[in-house]
Each structure stands twice: as C-alpha cells, then as structure tokens.
C-alpha cells in the first residue's frame, strides 16, 4: 500500500480550512501549524495533525514542523510566508514541494521596481515611474513624470511610505518623511515615483502556469472596494469592462507569465484610468484572499490545480481558459467597528450562524464560542455568493448578509450591508476612492416598527429590564446600526 | 414610563408598548419569531450574557447594555442593577415573594472577596419574582430579582 500523501499548511484560518477541503477530497493528509495565542483556531479543529510551531513567521520551525510530520508538501496561502523567496528555498532545499512559484519569481516579482522594468521589456503598459535613492535630484524626476504623482517605498507594501504629492512644493517634504517611513519598515530608503491616477479601478488577472513558459489566465476580477489599501469587496467578472479591454489585459498577464516561465497560481494587478487605458502595478505569486471569485465563474478549484501542477511539474493542469459563467461577489468580514473609525472588536463570538441557501459560499475562520484575539489578521471569514447575472448576484449578496449572524463581537457586516445598497455599487461603477469618500460616514437609524420590537420584547429575561433606560451603542466592544438598513436608506438618505 | 433608545449618539424614545404588541416564538436553532398585531413577522437571534445584550435582525447587529436609570443608590455598597455584577455568592435573601419594598430598601445580601454586599432596591415596588437562592453561585449578569414598579 502506497502512502496516503500529506500536505503541511503553512498558514491559519480560513484559507488553512480552504486547503485543507481541496486536500481530503484528494485523499491528502492534512497538517496545521499552531503558533502560540492561536488554541482556539479554527484550522486547529479540521486538522488531521497539528505540529507547533514558534510562530507563522518563523521559517525553520515551520520546515521543521513539516518534516516532522513526514509531510511533503507545503502550500504557503496567501500573507504570512507565502511571497517570501528564503521560505520557498528553504522548502525545497528541505527536499519538499512548495506549492507555488519558483523562489527567482518571487524575489523578481517582489521588488517593485524590477517588477515594473521586467513589465515595461515586455511592452506591458506602465505609468510613467522613476526610483530615487536618497540625496539623488528628486526635482527633476519628478518634473518628467508629472503631478499630481504617488511616492512609494521601493521595497515596501501595504501603504507605509506612500505619500501623494500634488504640488511641487510638496515634494521635498514628503519625500523625507516617505523615505524615514520605509527605512524603518523595510530597512531600504529607496523610493520610486510614479504618476497618480485619479479615480483608478483596481482590476486583476487571474493566472496559472505550468512553470515552463505555458500558462493561461482565468479571466478578471474587480477589487476597487478598498480601505486603507485593503479589499473589502471583489468581484469576477469586472462590470461595464469592454471586451477590448478584458483581451488587452488577459494579453498582457500572459505576456509576464511567459517571460518569468511562471508556476503555479498567481495575479497579476492592473490600475485602469477613467480612459479605460489599464497599467501594471504588481504581481502577486501567491493564492489570493479573493480566489473564490474566480472559481465559481469559472468551475476550476485553484487549489485543486495548485496541488496538482506542483505534484506533477512536468505536466501542464491547465491547458486553456475555461469559459466565464455569472458572476461572483466575495466580501469580507472583519472584526472591526465601523461606527468607531474600524476599531477591533475581539472578543468571544456568542452566536454564530452562517447563512445557507442556492449560489452561497462560506469561508469561515471562526466558529462559536471562539474568542477572537488582536494578535492575528481581523478576517472573521469570507461570505461569497454566485448567481446568473451581477443584479442577481448583489440581490444574494443581501440575502446572505441579512441572514449572517454574529453575536458577542461588532463586526463590519453592517458596513457591507451599506456598500450592497448603494446606487453606485449597484450601478458597478466605482473605484478604489471610493469608500473612503462615500462611504466615510454613515448611519442607519431604526424605523418605527424596530423600536416598537425592541419596546416590546419580553422574552428571554427582557422583561426584567422594562423601565429602565436602553442605553446601546456605548460598548466599545460593539457597533450599534439600526435594524432596518433599507428603510432607513430610503427615509434617512443615509448615505453622503 | 418611557424607554430611550441610544443609537449613534442619538436618542429615540420606544412607543409604549403593551404586550399584545408583538407576540414572541421561540424557534430551534435559536431563532426568535416576533408577529405584530397586524401579523408582521419578523426573525431575530438575540443573546444575553452579563446585563449586556446582543441582537441580530436582518444582519444588522444591535448591542449595548440596560442602565437603570436611578444610579445614585446604595452607596458605596454593591451596585443597584438587580443584576450580579461580580462573581458571588448569595448570602440571605432578605424579602419575600409579592413584598412591597421602598427605595434604598436592601433586598438580599451578595458575598464577594470574602466581602458583604446588599443589592437595595432602585425604586419603589413589589417583588415579583426571587431568581436566586441562598448559597447559590452568581456570575456577572446573573438576574437576582425581578422587581415590579408601583407604590
């Protein structure tokens, strides 16, 4: 009898749950990782083995956990480990198979600006770009890119030293404070500029390849549905993209899978203007948050492809792009307070019921009873919903989040609720300014027939309170909405 | 008397409600049913847990906390909610079903930190309803009595 195989996930939560799925329909053992603070996870529960580990980040503890286990595969999922080159070496040089790309894509990948060079060889379309290091005359590249324009740390991500400067004058100034930024998060000053684009749309291509210079794409998704750089809401297929477009992208993803022989999963991120011309801005060589997406238009399991493809690097998994069918929005839910500037929300989960029904999907990392930590990523879970046409797909998209409950801790279901009926997200034209300009502020206020509920609901001990003063929305644990959104839009014009 | 509804920093007075308002289902799953009068339904899940409440209606996540409104009682002793607020143990209960008690009137005594504590009553009424014994073990939250309003 062969040996069943087994497959370490180097990573927690949901997308360790994700995995871990793909893996028992294919008859892998499953190991999770468990760093401390994190007894309570729930990839702890779905496990067939838990190694511990000193921390997700630590990469010798993690190989050594996967060898302990006898495992001989090891998916990253996305964060944590998963772009980091001296981890996929590591891997390999431990005689495991890493599910991903090669560690040269990674580190070629990662530097922004070699990234931008690889993309502009391949006559992939750029905006206009310079780096600087520090001293050197920033003055004049800036004049040859033009205002208003986006300073970036070269080395860095997630928003730390960026600045946007829009006049001249402005340059010196935050090119210091950018510069310091970045020399402390990522002990590299070097900066680069590039040409900021107004009102952006944030469309990404889904590829895959076969590590040999095959690959194809699986179509796009729009994440413009961001806060503070993070996506909050994504899409596949992007609405109102003309086929045009759509064929420029797929063609120039594909260009780049080419050029880096690219392996395995991966995406690769445009910007498109309000001329609809699109730019590169990065590839990420990892599994996204927003893969299911993906997988419900197009009916391929990623992960599923993934496994394969690294079990069988001579071979080629995908061979061409299936075809694209309805649409799928994912959102995620945080626990974050939105009525409080987004402020954690830890806490035990009392209550936990996930909705069911045709055309939804679950990624949860919680279950109740649970007590949700600050140590790790806010993601309570991911709820995602497919249906024939992008109108049907929004109308489940309510449904599901009207029937989510989650009880014990504030969560941002209420801010979701608030981006699901709004005209311009119905309209599908919106872009990655968005929410911090539209959806900034807002509040829903109870109707008359919610009050008339709560004044009168004496079950469950209520009546031992009559009388009294109900005073909500002063936890800081919790965030207080009222009970009816859709009411309370239409009377209150909640939205400004 | 009137309930005031706190949300976002804004203040709604609840319509005075009688009973025959809504009618309540307990449904499995945990699901409660409310039905108007006019034979609305709606479905809520709602939790409970040491005097702070949480409520989920449609998806949107109601919670915070029921304050008495007379908060000037009782000193420096235990604190007037008729509600456990710490870890404790019931000492003696000091009235009796159906007793009309006034204000500032102790109605049992808690045990806590090796510590004697009286809960008093908030304002004046009847004792409907004892939710404790003596001896018993009380965690935050916990209701101790049910006290109806009325001279």
Redesign the interface.
């Known amino acids: 009898m062969t040996k069943k195989p087994k497959l370490l996930v180097a990573n927690r939560s949901e997308i360790a749950c994700r995995i871990f799925q793909t893996c028992r329909e294919m008859d892998i053992a499953t190991v999770a990782l468990l760093a401390p603070g994190d007894e309570e996870g729930r990839h702890i529960t779905y496990a067939d083995e838990v190694q511990k580990v000193k921390s997700y980040l630590d990469i010798e503890s993690v190989v050594q956990a996967a060898l302990s286990s006898g495992a001989e595969m090891i998916h990253p999922g996305y964060g944590f480990l998963s772009e980091r080159p001296a981890f996929a070496r590591s891997v390999e040089a431990a005689g495991l198979t890493f599910i991903g790309p090669r560690a040269e894509t990674m580190e070629l990948m990662g530097g922004k600006i070699a990234a931008k060079e690889l993309a502009a060889r391949e006559k992939v379309p750029t905006l206009p770009w310079a780096k600087v290091k520090v001293g050197e005359d920033i003055q004049t590249a800036a004049k040859k890119i033009g205002y208003p324009l986006l300073l970036k740390a070269s080395a860095g991500g997630g928003g730390k030293g960026m600045r946007k400067v829009n006049r001249p004058e402005d340059l010196l100034s935050s090119a210091e404070s950018a510069s310091s930024e970045a020399l402390a998060a990522f002990g590299d000053g070097t900066l680069f500029l590039e040409r900021l684009v107004n009102h952006p749309r944030h469309i990404e291509v889904q590829v895959f390849g076969n590590g040999r210079g095959d690959g194809i794409h699986l179509y796009e998704r729009e994440c413009s549905l961001q806060r503070r750089h993070q996506k909050v809401w994504e899409e596949a297929t992007a609405p109102h993209l003309p086929q045009k477009t759509k064929e420029g992208l797929f063609e120039a993803a594909l260009k780049l899978v080419k050029a880096t022989r690219y392996r395995n999963a991966g995406t690769i991120e445009f910007i498109l203007d309000e001329e609809g011309q699109f730019y590169f801005l990065e590839m990420n060589t990892r599994l996204q948050v927003e893969h299911p997406v993906t997988e419900l238009v197009t009916g391929v399991d990623l992960v599923w492809a993934q496994i394969v493809q690294a079990q069988n690097s001579a071979e080629t998994v995908l061979k061409e792009s299936p075809s694209v069918r309805g649409h799928a929005i994912e959102v995620r839910l945080y626990a974050e307070d939105p009525a409080q500037g987004f402020m954690p929300t830890p806490g035990k989960i009392e209550r936990l019921r996930w909705p069911t029904g045709a055309g939804i999907r679950i990624e949860s990392g919680i279950e109740e009873g649970q007590t949700v930590g600050t140590q790790f990523d806010s993601m309570l879970g991911k709820l995602v919903v497919y249906a024939e046409n992008r109108n049907r797909a929004l109308a489940r998209l309510r449904f599901a989040l009207d029937e989510t409950v989650i009880l014990g801790i504030g969560s941002n279901q209420s801010y979701l609720q608030a981006i699901s009926i709004h005209p311009r997200v119905i309209e599908g034209k919106v872009n990655t300014g968005f929410l911090e300009t539209e959806l900034s502020a807002f509040g829903f206020y109870p109707s008359e027939d919610d009050l008339s509920l709560i004044g009168s609901a004496k079950v469950e001990g209520w009546e031992h309170h009559l009388g009294n003063e109900l005073n909500f929305g002063r936890q800081n644990q919790d965030s207080v909405f009222s009970l009816s959104p859709w009411t309370a839009f239409v009377r209150k014009g909640a939205f400004h | 008397?009137s309930?005031?509804?706190?949300?976002?920093?804004?203040n709604?007075?609840?319509?005075?409600?009688?009973?025959s308002?809504?009618k309540?289902e307990?449904r499995p799953?945990?699901w409660?049913i409310?039905t108007?009068k006019e034979g609305?339904r709606?479905r809520f899940?709602?939790?409970?847990?040491k005097g702070?409440l949480?409520?989920?209606?449609?998806?949107?996540?109601?919670?915070?906390?029921?304050?008495?409104?007379s908060r000037d009682l009782g000193g420096g002793e235990a604190a007037n909610d008729?509600?456990a607020q710490f870890p404790g143990k019931v000492r003696k209960i000091l009235v009796s079903l159906g007793q009309k008690v006034e204000e500032g009137e102790a109605l049992l005594l808690v045990e806590a930190m090796k510590m004697e504590f009286s809960v008093k009553a908030p304002f004046p009424g009847f004792v409907k309803e004892i939710k404790v014994k003596e001896g018993q073990q009380l965690s935050p939250g916990d209701?101790l009595i049910?006290l109806e309003?009325g001279k």
């Open positions: 008397m309930q005031t509804l706190k949300v976002l920093r804004k709604f007075t609840l319509p005075q409600t009688n009973s308002d809504w309540f307990k799953g945990g409660i409310a108007s609305i709606r899940v709602m939790q409970e847990k702070k949480s409520l989920s209606l449609r998806g949107i996540l109601w919670s915070g906390e029921w304050i008495q409104k008729l509600v209701l049910d309003e």
